[in-house]
């Protein structure tokens, strides 16, 4: 059996309720419960919707997961819970169920950054990060580029969505090709079937003669309204509206930036590994792209496993297992939830 400090990690910030045991450097339980068939009819996450969900869902999730570890939560070390960035109603449920379990119990809190979790949890079955690593996370919430020193526990963010993450992106034009939610999985189903290379869609913020700043930056609001502009021609001409083209293309599009942004990273900063993370990590296309492009360029693609990708319990435990083995100074209990939270503050402080 794994030996070490055991850490629960409960992960509120957006749709999953996820709880994560980990003990020493292994997972012992890991459980998440969706409440995305909750919001599929409106076409993306409903953020009261969300709030109720976690809190129906997470003593069932806890208790699933204390059993999963087959533990008493008297034998954990300490809690970590996610404090933000994320919906603000949703990470108040998951933070309140972590104080009042820190409090009953007498254990240590640590209050974590949710994108630093997403990064690091690579961890779990990749063992560390080589340094200098570039990340990228890409999912309904976030796209960003973040610089990683994985041994100084450092990240430092390179740039990030100015409008609509890509997930989100892709959710929207999955709508407007009446295609259902979420639309991830169901572009890059259609795409399948379709040429990317039918219609030119455009590359948001690559333009090589814009100025040094905001190179690391993305834009994936033009991309959707030229989908949606294509959609209104076809429909004016009056013949059908050929969707699996459009997912082809929509798709290619997005991932060309996603793919060359991540590689002019990589290169400026003399990173020889790439991780990606966040829901979108598990578009095939993307999968391919970077297999087609950053090994030949020596640089090394880790994608954790589907699970660990989207949000999740268990990247909360291993950030905390990491905290709590470098010694760091728990979060206190007066700590507050940010919505916005820039990835290099890992540790959210009571003031
Ligand atoms: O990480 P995640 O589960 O939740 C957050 O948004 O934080 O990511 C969900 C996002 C959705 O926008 C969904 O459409 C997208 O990930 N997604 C995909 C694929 N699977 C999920 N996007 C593109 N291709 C996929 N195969
Ligand atoms: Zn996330």
């Known amino acids: 059996m794994a030996e070490g400090p055991v850490v629960l990690g409960i992960e509120t910030s957006c749709d999953e309720t996820g709880v994560g045991v980990v003990r020493g450097g292994t997972v012992i339980a890991d459980v998440v419960a969706s409440s995305m068939d909750q919001h599929a009819p409106f076409g993306g996450v409903v953020p009261e919707v969300a709030s109720r969900a976690h809190v129906e869902a997470l003593p069932a999730a806890l208790e699933r997961a204390r ?17 933000g960035p994320g919906l603000k109603g949703a990470l108040l449920v998951g933070t309140a169920a972590a ?14 950054n949710h994108l630093a979790a997403h990064v690091l949890v690579d961890g779990v079955e990749h063992g560390e ?16 580029l973040i610089l990683v020193d994985d041994r100084a526990c450092q990240l430092t963010p390179l740039g990030s969505t100015l409008d609509d993450a890509v997930g989100e992106a892709f959710d929207k034009v999955a709508r407007l090709l009446g295609l259902p939610f979420p639309g991830g999985p169901s572009i890059d189903a259609a795409a399948r079937e379709g040429d990317p290379d039918s219609i030119a869609f455009p590359r948001g913020m690559t333009n090589s003669r814009r100025s040094a700043d905001g190179r690391f930056d993305f834009s994936f609001s033009g991309l959707k309204t030229a989908v949606a502009r294509w959609v209104q021609r076809q429909e ?19 991932v060309d930036v996603l793919v060359s942004k991540a590689l002019a ?35 090394e693609v880790r994608i954790p496993r589907p699970g660990l990708c989207t ?5 909360v435990a291993w950030l905390g297992h990491r905290l709590v083995a470098a010694g760091v100074e728990p979060s206190g209990l007066e700590f507050p939830t940010r919505s916005q939270l820039p990835v290099s503050e890992i540790v959210l402080r009571s003031p």
Request: glycine residues 12%; charged residues 20%.
């Open 67 to 83: 059993f999963e570890a087959d533990l008493d939560w008297s034998e954990i070390d300490a809690i970590a819970v996610t404090a």
């Open 99 to 112: 104080r009042g379990m820190a409090i009953a119990l007498g254990k240590p809190l640590y209050a974590v």
């Open 129 to 144: 990060l080589p340094s200098p690593t570039v990340a990228l996370l890409v999912s309904g919430g976030h796209t960003e």
């Open 236 to 254: 004016q001409q009056g013949g059908p509206v050929r969707v699996a083209d459009a997912a082809a293309s929509f798709q290619e599009a997005a």
């Open 265 to 299: 990273a990589c290169r400026e900063f003399g990173a020889g590994s790439l991780v990606v993370g966040g829901g979108v990590a598990a578009n095939s296309r993307l999968r391919q792209t970077l297999a087609d492009r950053a090994e030949p360029a020596g640089i």
């Open 311 to 315: 949000d999740n319990g268990t990247m």
